[in-house]
């Protein structure tokens, strides 16, 4: 589907794979935000299937994500004390 402009952007956020980042990078693209009258971010819920709506997903390497996850909560349990359990 192309985008038609001024629609809405659906952006599916899958854990450890940069979505933070990015979507930081897309509410301050010129180019998205001249595009798309809204932005949204969907993360850990399953997202609303909208038909006059445009969804990007971003995906990873699945073992370098699973190392990435590991790594993260590692790293939490480490130097968190509420994460020891």
């Not at 952007?9 to 798309?36: E, P």
């Not at 997202?47 to 390497?61: A, I, K």
């Not at 994500?65 to 790594?71: D, H, P, Q």
């Amino acid at each position: 589907m192309v985008a038609n402009y001024k629609s809405k952007l659906i952006f599916v956020h899958i854990g450890k794979c940069g979505g933070r980042t990015l979507a930081n990078s897309l509410r301050q693209s010129a180019v998205v935000t001249t595009k798309f009258s809204r932005i949204d971010r969907v993360h850990v819920r399953k997202p609303v299937y909208e038909p006059d709506s445009c969804y990007l997903f971003v995906l990873r390497n699945p073992v370098s994500r699973a190392l990435s996850v590991f790594n993260w909560r590692k790293r939490l349990v480490e130097n968190r004390a509420n994460q020891k359990n």
